[in-house]
């Protein structure tokens, strides 16, 4: 999420009732409720004319039992527990609005990047790849950015060649993260890393980092880099997407967010998306196109990063159907 969508989120889940926004609640992951909560909490007042104009965004009608301005810890608390249940709505409460501590190998989703780096950075890298391959995906990118370059390399070659989790592993995460996790001798072997995940998580980082690790990873295994590649989906794989996915695609995408990632695109994918927007939204997307300024390629990368996320969001639901890419090179 971006920060202005978040901030919009947070207004409109302050604006809903405690049992809807519980609701809404239930079908997020844990590091979207994270996000939302911490934006919910930073909120202290809002115009009404803020409020107003994000409820009109997502046409609705704002209520007159708005909870801006009120108690919004004690709403957070109420909401939080509804939609999650007393225990884990505690652990989410204590890191939202106290920074509290919490415990168990889901706590890790619900803590930030720079802290599970720094908690598990002097770990085995085994231990580290064991522990990233729970994490959601771009979670885990977070925290491999935070780690040394020699490290970050080894780990995701760990990841690419892990097989799965035994109970044993379980039980050794146990003991490095202490009382943070409870180990469980009854637990299945669980199919967990591999190359598809090690792909997912490079996703996630920057085009540098993804380049270093790939090269560190084919200096000791040249057919698993390549394996890793193929897994991977960049953003000029959207020509492989068919053209009723690119239409749904747009759908979901911000206009600012798609001039951005645009400008780094081939001449090829901008006429893909040209041609599956309607003859006025594509000349003025042309014409925004050839108005925007130079874009530092960090901001390029991140947008369409974004939009990759999206991608896989919709191809994760089954809306749209991943192309046989893989044989691009980087962007």
Known sequence: MKD?????????????????????????????????????????????ERVDTVLEEFRQKAEDHSTLGLAADDYIR?????????????????RILQGGDTSGIESLKWMD?????????????????????HLDRDQAAEVLGL??????????LRIATLEGVQPAALKELNEVLAK?????????????????????????????YENAVIESVREHDADLAQKILDEMFVFEDLLEIDDRGIQLLLREVQSESLIVALKGASDALKEKIFKNMSQRAAEMLREDLEAKGPVRVSEVEAE????????????????????????????
Do not use: C, W
């Not at 919009?8 to 994270?34: H, M, T």
């Not at 939080?80 to 204590?94: M, N, P, Q, R, Y």
């Not at 780690?147 to 995701?156: K, P, W």
């Open 4 to 48: 202005e969508g978040l901030e919009k989120s947070a207004i409109l889940l302050l604006s809903l009732g405690e049992d809807e926004a519980a609701q809404v609640l239930k079908y997020l992951s844990p590091r979207e409720v994270q996000k939302l909560g911490a934006a919910m909490a930073r909120l202290k007042s809002v115009p009404r």
């Open 78 to 94: 109420t909401v939080l527990t509804k939609a999650l249940g007393d225990e884990k709505a505690a652990h989410v409460i204590d």
């Open 113 to 133: 990047s720079a802290s599970v780096a720094e908690l598990i950075r002097n770990e085995h890298p085994q231990v580290i790849a064991t522990i990233l391959v």
């Open 147 to 156: 780690l040394s370059e020699r490290l970050r390399n080894d780990v995701i």
């Open 180 to 208: 943070l996790l409870s180990g469980n001798a009854s637990v299945r072997k669980t199919a967990m890393g591999g190359v598809r995940a090690a792909a997912e998580i490079l996703n996630f980082m920057p085009t540098a």
């Open 304 to 331: 369409q990063k974004e939009i990759l996320k999206i991608v896989r969001r919709l191809a994760d639901t089954g809306q749209l159907v991943l192309g046989g890419g893989g044989e691009d090179a980087y962007i």
